[in-house]
């Protein structure tokens, strides 16, 4: 499968779930500077309301661990109810548990590398 043109990043929506600033920070800016157009939350909460906003989303990107009263697995099942083509990439310093991710999603342990995250948006896109 190839994966889309580069230019066709500048037409990606990202939404970026991390409680650890720094980390949501870099990665935001990342998927920025590449051309996509991203939103931040840095909780579970922060999430909904962007999910409930009714903003375009064809990727979410969140930590499985979040402070708050839900985890990434939960903000995922929300967005891909309201959303039900976008992709969704997990990440975590911890273990995953495959049977809380929706189908089709992609997993990456901290540390990642923002390279190997915009090319998984892209191949989520294509």
Request: with cysteine; aromatic share 8%; proline share 5%.
């Amino acid at each position: 499968m190839a994966l889309p043109a580069a230019t066709e990043m500048n037409d990606l929506h990202v939404v970026v779930v991390e409680d650890e600033p720094i980390l949501r920070e870099e990665i935001a800016a990342f998927l920025r500077e590449s051309g996509c157009t991203v939103h931040e939350a840095y909780c579970a909460e922060q999430a909904t309301a962007i999910c409930r906003a009714g903003v375009r989303v064809d990727v979410l990107f969140t930590d499985i661990h979040l402070n708050g009263s839900a985890n990434g697995w939960d903000v995922a099942k929300l967005f891909r109810a309201a959303h039900p083509d976008i992709g969704v990439v997990y990440t975590s310093g911890k273990s995953l548990d495959p049977a809380q991710c929706v189908p089709d999603s992609l997993f990456f342990s901290k540390p990642y590398s923002r390279a190997d995250i915009l090319t998984a948006c892209r191949r989520l896109l294509a």
